[in-house]
Nanobody
């Protein structure tokens, strides 16, 4: 079992910045990829950014290069630096982790979600 704990959300002004963090904890697992998704009221959850353990990234269209993602694999922590915030960035941001459990030569992959952290951008 893996737990994801998010932090760094809150209230920010348009044009400002926030930094989200998500720590994955548990036993005997490795990170394949971690990422951030967001869901605004009345909308579907969508990708913000995702990074693999090899540093390969992909980004959702909504963030337009404003939200670089990084991963500290040793700490099992993913960061999302949110710059030039816009009112439309207001949403609940969810951390996602694609992890692997291995026992001997047998490995299995599982996906986990955090509980979400609210980001509110005001004018």
């Amino acid at each position: 079992q893996v737990q994801l704990v998010e932090s760094g959300g809150g209230l920010a002004q348009a044009g400002g910045s926030l930094r989200l963090s998500c720590v994955a904890s548990g036993s005997d697992f490795s990170i394949n990829a971690m990422g951030w998704y967001r869901q605004a009221p009345g909308q579907q959850r969508g990708l913000v950014a995702r990074i693999t353990d090899r540093g390969r990234t992909n980004y959702g269209d909504s963030q337009k290069g404003r939200f670089p993602i990084s991963l500290d694999d040793a700490k099992k922590t993913v960061y999302l630096q949110m710059n030039s915030l816009e009112l439309e960035d207001t949403a609940i941001y969810y951390c996602n982790a694609d992890v692997e459990f291995c026992s001997g030569y047998y490995c299995s992959g599982t996906e986990y979600w955090g509980q979400g952290t609210q980001v509110t951008v005001s004018s």
